[in-house]
């Protein structure tokens, strides 16, 4: 399984960001239905890969994002194991 085929997930802790960023990818919910989300709304792994997901790769930008998004900034190892667990689990 590659990173591409592992969905994005909401984040129901997150839910009250929607239309935070006005940036939407289709995501996962609890349930397993799909939806349009936020990128605000999206849990920190998934938020992580779509930053990745066009081949770019800038862990300072990426953590900006994160900082900007309430989320804490990926150390560049765990950076490298959040791709892994999403490939491999």
Known sequence: ??????????DAERSGMHGATGIYVRAKNAD???????????????????LRSRGGENLWAENTVMLLLGWPQF??????????????G
């Open 32 to 50: 397993g239905h799909w939806g349009n989300a936020d990128i605000a709304e999206i849990d920190r792994v998934s938020l992580f890969r779509w």
């Open 1 to 10: 399984m590659t990173n591409e085929d592992v969905p994005l997930r909401f």
């Open 75 to 88: 150390a560049a190892e765990e950076a490298v194991a959040a791709l892994k667990e999403t490939t491999h």
